[in-house]
T-cell receptor, first 112, second 114 residues
Framework: QKEVEQDPGPLSVPEGAIVSLNCTYS??????FMWYRQYSRKGPELLMY????GNKEDGRFTAQVDKSSKYISLFIRDSQPSDSATYLC????????????FGKGTRLSVIA | DGGITQSPKYLFRKEGQNVTLSCEQN?????MYWYRQDPGQGLRLIYY???????QKGDIAEGYSVSREKKESFPLTVTSAQKNPTAFYLC?????????????FGNGTRLTVT
């Protein structure tokens, strides 16, 4: 079993839809969870950063962490064509010498 | 504006040649990283450095080398020993020396070796 699993998509939705992106993981030591957005031919940019379980909201974006199920989600409300990108989840246990572990990314297209 | 600069954006080389990718940051970050991104593979860590004059191998270090002589700079050399060098290379940095901190990425260098 891979340490972090993420459905690569592609996922295509109409403008205005609610989008749900998800990752599952196997390492129960993970406690820091991040979502990055990557536009084509660009570097990833940090979108959301959460610690432990719970929800975090930032504008149209909500990140959820369920540590009991080892499952994290990113919700995008009122999706826009500008949200079309690849979304990568990343996580770590927080120990000093353990690099971030990335999912493979989900490619999202929002159709106008 | 603070950020990470990777140059060049596109790089073409012949097989058998070494090539060096540049990464400069003006964010005053201690830690710097190199990742390789291939379609369907996600991000794979090549090397990282938490302090000047020190660096550690990541998951796929074979065929690559790095140096960290200055805090701001972390160049990556792709050697002729790297069997599949064609890829998108991303440099990143983070504020603290621990590798679990959020990363700030450059916009990548697309290397094509023929």
């Amino acid at each position: 079993q891979k340490e972090v699993e993420q459905d690569p998509g592609p996922l295509s939705v109409p403008e205005g839809a609610i989008v749900s992106l998800n990752c599952t993981y196997s390492n129960s030591a993970f406690q820091y969870f991040m979502w990055y957005r990557q536009y084509s031919r660009k570097g990833p940019e940090l979108l959301m950063y959460t610690y432990s379980s719970g929800n975090k909201e930032d504008g149209r974006f909500t990140a959820q962490v369920d540590k009991s199920s080892k499952y994290i989600s990113l919700f995008i409300r009122d999706s826009q064509p500008s949200d079309s990108a690849t979304y990568l989840c990343a996580m770590s246990a927080g120990s000093r010498n353990t690099p971030l572990v990335f999912g493979k990314g989900t490619r999202l297209s929002v159709i106008a | 504006d603070g950020g990470i600069t990777q140059s060049p954006k596109y790089l073409f080389r012949k097989e058998g040649q070494n090539v060096t990718l540049s990464c400069e940051q003006n964010l005053n970050h201690d830690a710097m990283y190199w990742y390789r991104q291939d379609p369907g593979q996600g991000l794979r860590l090549i090397y990282y450095s938490q302090i000047v004059n020190d660096f550690q191998k990541g998951d796929i270090a074979e065929g690559y080398s790095v140096s960290r002589e200055k805090k701001e700079s972390f160049p990556l050399t792709v050697t002729s020993a790297q069997k599949n060098p064609t890829a998108f290379y991303l440099c990143a940095s983070s504020t603290v020396r621990g590798v679990d901190s959020p990363l700030h990425f450059g916009n990548g260098t697309r290397l094509t070796v023929t």
